[in-house]
Structures are given as structure tokens and as C-alpha cells.
């Protein structure tokens, strides 16, 4: 017998040894992730699954938010819950026991997005293999009356690497060019370094200069030395800088937890670009991870349309050329606790977002320009 039980007094520690040897242990389920969003605003809520003995089978870090209008509330569960997918009891008592929470708190919606595969490599390419796991989930969750939702909080697509080989097959499996570039890199004097906590505002003026560049909206400068900080401290992340003659060009954030890495923030300046430093980063990222014990190194982030038009593809071109294999998981799905709401919810949202992420880019380049 499977039951989820309202447990208390988990810390950092404690938490994470429970979910680390659950199926796919993800970041975004760690105490550390709970604690940046209680900073903005959201009630961490972790919720367990053992068996009769005791054992854990199964844990979700299930965030909870009030909206602007007393009880209104909206739940989300970030690549989780984590559980052995392939297990259908399992998966029924923990979908049954999420979708009665989310009506005891009288959330709008649950929102959860696990890191179930639909797909390993490009859907519609000849090498492409769906998942029965994954087209199991998905119809089950349709029956349910769950539906995919319109806000993807996270990439429904990546790319991983595989760090289980040797360093020369890693390299073998990069695209000629990557190689080259690595080379060129080292060979015109690039040097890479692990950062301290003294590294992160430069990293953080460079992530704004990218995102300027590049075209994408990103968060206020007090977020990112938040989360880099939560992290550092605990372990779990690693800052990796490239010079030119003394002179910061380029950085990585390096996260890692239990068996995976992954690439959140990657970041760059205009000077030094033609030594090809972000190359050589990718590099020592992967040769830390594996020196961190580290099996799969998550590139964190493909398009959605696998093709040119996709605002991605110069950056999934870059990621591919490293020689990792594209994921496809099943994305978000919600479970409308109270429909109604859910409809109001998703049809004005949307609206406010937009506003905000202009407002957000704006403000970005403001800052890089002063």
C-alpha cells in the first residue's frame, strides 16, 4: 500500500538525500529551488509517498502561490513529481493524491511538467523513437482531464550529453567544427577557470549583456546572485569563467545535483568572441561534471519547431555540435481544480506577461547602457 503523507521538519539535507535516489532527481525538486521561490513569494509544500515499510516511493516539492485576489491560488510542481513513471499503480495513487490537493487548497490548477520522455531525438527525423512511458502519460493524463498547458514554464525540449565515455569519446562525438573551435581556443590562449562567490556581479553584467545582444529578457540582476548564491553554498554549483590575458570573456553556470549537470546561464562579451571561448567553457564544464561524478549533462534547452524559424536554432545548432542527444518530454500539463477560474486565468495572464516581459527587456537594456 501506497499513501501520501503530510510530513514536517525537512531541511536542505534532509530533503534532497530523499529525493536523491528517486528516478531522474531534478534541480528544480531540491530544497535549494524551494527556497528561491519562497523569496518570491511561493509556499514550498513537499509532499512523500512511502510504502508500507516506510520506504520512499515517490516525493514532489508541489509550490504553492496566492494570486493578487485572496484565495486564489495556483500550484506547480517543476520536473516533478519524481517516481518510478513505469510503475501504473504508483502513477495512479500519485495522480489521484495530486489532483484531491489541489482541491483541498482550493488551487485554481496543479501545473506539473516531469521529465517524462516522449521522445529521444528530433520527432520526424529518421533516428527519432517515441516512448511508450511517454504516450502512456499523456493519454492517461487526458482521461483525467488534465490538458497541455499554453504556459510552458520550462523547455519541453533539451539536449543531454552523455559523460559516460572517456574524454576522447566525447570528443569523437562533437561535430568536426566544435572540435576545431575547442582547439583553436586553447591554442590562442584562452584559460578557464572555476569562480568564487567574489565572480558573481561580473558574471551577472555579462548575462545582461548577452541577453541584450541576443535578444532575450531576463530576470533583475538581485535574482540571479540570489539563486547563484543559494547554490554555491550548498555545493551544487559551479561558476566557470574564460580569460584572455587576465581579462573575463565568457562564463558558464555549471549546476549539478546527485547524478546530472546542467547549463542554466551561459553568458559572454563582445571582446575575444573569434577565440571561440564559450567552446572551451562547454568543454571543462563537461570534464568538471564528470569529475563531480555526474552521468548526463543537461544542455537545457531545444526548440520547440525543429527548424529555422525557431528563435533557438542558432544556440540548438551550437548545443548539437557538442554530440549531445535531443529529448523531447511531455511538457507542462494543468489539472483545472476549478475550471472556471482556470479559463479567466489563462485568457488574461497571457496579456499581463507580455507587458511585463517588455517591460523586463527594456529595463535590461537600460541598465547595460548606463
Not at 68 to 95: A, F, I, T
Not at 121 to 146: F, H, K, M, N, Y
Not at 282 to 305: F, N, S
Not at 334 to 340: G, H, I, L, Q, Y
Request: net charge neutral; hydrophobic share 40%; proline share 4%.
Amino acid at each position: 500500500m501506497i499513501s501520501m503523507k503530510k510530513e514536517e521538519g525537512f531541511d536542505a539535507s534532509s530533503w534532497n538525500a530523499l529525493i536523491s535516489d528517486l528516478p531522474d532527481a531534478h534541480l528544480l525538486q531540491t530544497w535549494q529551488w524551494g527556497s528561491v521561490k519562497a523569496d518570491g513569494g511561493w509556499e514550498v509544500l513537499p509532499q512523500v509517498w512511502r510504502d508500507d515499510a516506510g520506504k520512499v516511493q515517490a516525493a514532489a516539492l508541489v509550490l504553492e502561490r496566492t494570486l493578487l485576489l485572496p484565495g486564489m491560488k495556483v500550484l506547480y510542481v517543476p520536473r516533478g513529481p519524481l517516481m518510478d513513471w513505469d510503475d501504473e499503480n504508483l502513477r495512479h495513487q500519485v495522480l489521484d493524491d495530486l489532483q484531491a490537493f489541489a482541491h483541498q487548497r482550493g488551487a485554481i490548477f496543479l501545473k506539473m511538467d516531469p521529465e517524462v520522455i516522449l521522445c529521444n531525438g528530433i520527432p520526424g527525423s529518421e533516428d527519432a523513437q517515441e516512448t511508450v512511458r511517454g504516450q502512456s502519460l499523456q493519454r492517461e493524463l487526458s482521461e483525467r482531464g488534465w490538458g497541455f498547458s499554453e504556459e510552458q514554464i520550462q523547455f519541453r525540449n533539451t539536449v543531454w550529453m552523455d559523460l559516460t565515455p572517456s574524454e576522447d569519446d566525447l570528443l569523437s562525438r562533437m561535430k568536426q567544427k566544435t572540435r576545431y573551435n575547442i582547439r583553436l581556443s586553447k591554442r590562442k590562449g584562452v584559460n578557464v577557470r572555476e569562480g568564487d562567490a567574489d565572480d558573481l556581479l561580473l558574471m551577472y553584467c555579462m548575462y545582461a549583456e548577452t541577453s541584450v545582444r541576443d535578444g532575450f529578457v531576463i530576470r533583475p540582476e538581485a535574482y540571479y546572485l540570489r539563486v547563484w548564491r543559494i547554490f554555491m553554498e550548498a555545493g551544487m554549483m559551479t561558476p566557470l569563467l574564460a580569460e584572455v590575458e587576465g581579462e573575463v570573456v565568457a562564463g558558464l553556470v555549471l549546476f549539478h545535483f546527485g547524478s546530472s549537470a546542467w547549463y542554466l546561464h551561459g553568458m559572454s562579451r563582445n571582446v575575444h568572441r573569434n577565440l571561440m571561448p564559450t567552446y572551451l567553457l562547454q568543454w571543462e564544464a563537461m570534464r568538471k561534471a564528470q569529475a563531480l561524478g555526474c552521468t548526463r549533462y543537461d544542455l537545457w534547452g531545444a526548440p520547440d519547431v525543429f527548424n529555422e524559424s525557431d528563435s533557438m536554432w542558432g544556440v540548438f545548432r551550437f548545443k548539437r555540435g557538442l554530440g549531445g542527444q535531443v529529448v523531447c518530454t511531455t511538457g507542462a500539463w494543468d489539472f483545472p481544480a476549478r475550471p472556471v477560474f482556470y479559463w479567466l486565468y489563462t485568457r488574461v495572464l497571457p496579456k499581463i506577461l507580455d507587458v511585463m516581459r517588455r517591460r523586463g527587456k527594456q529595463r535590461t537594456a537600460n541598465s547595460v547602457q548606463m
